[in-house]
């Protein structure tokens, strides 16, 4: 089977995790998104490099939301209960096909404020979910991609039933390939 991105989209949401709600993202979501870009924390293992110019990363991100095609597979997600303090999103996970369109794509970034309150594993959960039950692709299909030497993330996908399945190089970052144990 392929994934090809151009044919295949996933629902506007809102979607529902016990704690976390799921949204597409938009503007609004502009100084939660500048808080994770600019965080040297954040981006450690991410091949991006850190954002320090406001005015410039928000002129870009506005224009790739409003192309649609940069973020189409991307949800930000917030606390369910409306009664949170914090009502901008807390990270953003992604559920994508694959370049080579084998594969859908896992992944997360969660704000530095929020680390080690298990979001990123129940983000992960939804996304495995929506891979299954709205992209139809079986868990042998799921596949994330991890910087060797990031043990918090990978302990995050293992959480998530995914275990190192081999090593690669992605954007010249050598990466360990997770998939689900049960493959």
Not at 121 to 148: G, R
């Amino acid at each position: 089977m392929t994934y090809k991105r151009s044919e295949i989209s996933v629902p506007d949401g809102p979607l529902f995790s016990e704690r976390l709600s799921f949204i597409k993202l938009s503007r609004a979501d502009t100084n939660a998104m500048w808080d994770m870009v600019s965080s040297a924390d954040v981006m450690r293992y991410i091949p991006l490099e850190v954002e320090t110019d406001f005015e410039k990363w928000r002129g870009q991100f506005y224009q790739e939301l409003d192309a649609g095609e940069r973020f189409k597979f991307f949800y930000g997600f917030k606390w369910r209960d409306p009664n949170a303090n914090e009502k901008d999103i807390l990270g953003l996970v992604i559920c994508r096909p694959t370049e080579d369109e084998k594969y859908i794509e896992l992944g997360y970034w969660v704000r530095r404020s929020f680390w080690g309150l298990g979001l990123a594993t129940e983000a992960n959960l939804k996304m495995i979910e929506l891979a299954e039950n709205t992209l139809y692709a079986p868990k042998k299909d799921h596949i994330a991609f991890v910087s060797i030497g990031n043990h918090a993330s990978r302990h995050v996908l293992e959480k998530s039933g995914l275990v190192v399945a081999g090593e690669q190089n992605l954007n010249d970052d050598p990466c360990w390939v997770m998939r689900h144990a049960s493959d």
